[in-house]
Nanobody, 124 residues
Framework: QVQLVESGGGLVQAGESLRLSCAAS????????MGWFRQAPGKEREFVAS????????YYADVVKGRFTISKDNAKRTVYLQMSSLKPEDTGIYYC?????????????????WGQGTQVTVSS
């Protein structure tokens, strides 16, 4: 069955960096659009970044553009989210997801498989 397992979260100070990983099994990463979403306490889940199945196109939420980079390693079946210049407002649980639809990689409705999430906490 499909499994997405996130790792790499933790507690960092503002301005520092983290790299999240999402290990996929039961699906072909090379033919899958993949995305990262996050959910802060008391808030709804929001789009962070996504990458097309070919890897040629990437999309970012405005609030992370220029600071975060999404990539994937098809051979390792892993998707990454490199996060730099972290801010306290980046705090939340980060989820990896696999897209079933190519219509809108920024919408959570385009994703049918989700990981359990990894906690990222940025202190000021």
């Amino acid at each position: 069955q499909v499994q997405l397992v996130e790792s790499g979260g933790g507690l960092v100070q503002a301005g520092e960096s983290l790299r999240l990983s999402c290990a996929a099994s039961g699906l072909t990463v090379s033919s899958s659009g993949m995305g990262w979403f996050r959910q802060a306490p008391g808030k709804e889940r929001e789009f962070v970044a996504s990458i097309s199945s070919s890897g040629e196109r990437t999309y970012y939420a405005d609030v992370v553009k220029g600071r975060f980079t999404i990539s994937k390693d098809n051979a390792k079946r892993t998707v990454y989210l490199q996060m730099s210049s972290l801010k306290p407002e980046d705090t939340g649980i980060y989820y990896c997801a696999r897209a079933w639809s190519r219509t809108d990689y920024t919408s959570s409705t385009s994703y049918n498989y989700w990981g359990q999430g990894t906690q990222v906490t940025v202190s000021s």
